[in-house]
C-alpha cells in the first residue's frame, strides 16, 4: 500500500467544499435555510417573552436575515454572470414564519380541507 502524505490526501476535499459553496444554488438554499432558521427564532421569542433570552433570539434572528440577504443576492449575481435566470422566486423576507412559503392556503381552523 502506497504511503501517502496526509497533506495531499486532504486538498482535493477542500476544492471540492470551495467549488461547492461558491455555486449559485447553494448560496440561494443557504439563504432559504437562513430565512427559515431566522422565523423559527423569531417564534421561539414571541413564545417566551419574559424570558432573558427572547432578545438574543431576535438578535440572531436579524443576523440570520442579513446573512440569508446577502447570500440571496450574491447567489443571483454569480447565476446571471453565468447567464441564467434565477431558478427561484424572489425569496420573501418571511417566508418560513409560517412553515409554508409555496403560497398555498392553510387549513381551516379544525385542520379540515374544503
Known amino acids: 500500500m502506497n504511503n501517502i502524505p496526509?497533506?495531499?490526501v486532504s486538498a482535493p476535499l477542500k476544492r471540492g467544499?470551495?467549488?461547492?459553496?461558491?455555486m449559485p444554488h447553494f448560496l440561494l438554499a443557504l439563504a432559504v435555510r437562513s430565512?427559515?432558521?431566522?422565523?423559527?427564532?423569531?417564534r421561539e421569542a414571541h413564545a417566551?417573552?419574559?424570558?432573558?433570552i427572547a432578545p438574543r433570539l431576535i438578535e440572531v434572528a436579524e443576523k440570520l436575515e442579513d446573512d440569508?440577504?446577502?447570500n440571496e443576492e450574491e447567489g443571483r449575481s454569480r447565476l446571471a454572470q453565468q447567464g441564467k435566470a434565477a431558478p427561484f422566486?424572489?425569496?420573501?423576507?418571511d417566508a418560513?414564519?409560517?412553515?409554508?412559503s409555496c403560497g398555498r392556503p392553510r387549513?381551516?381552523?379544525?385542520?379540515?380541507?374544503?
Open 6 to 8: 496526509v497533506g495531499l
Open 17 to 22: 467544499k470551495e467549488k461547492l459553496t461558491s
Open 35 to 42: 430565512r427559515y432558521l431566522a422565523a423559527k427564532a423569531r
Open 48 to 52: 417566551l417573552p419574559g424570558d432573558p
Open 68 to 70: 440569508a440577504m446577502r
Open 89 to 93: 422566486p424572489q425569496l420573501d423576507k
Open 96 to 100: 418560513g414564519a409560517s412553515g409554508r
Open 107 to 114: 387549513p381551516a381552523a379544525g385542520g379540515q380541507q374544503p
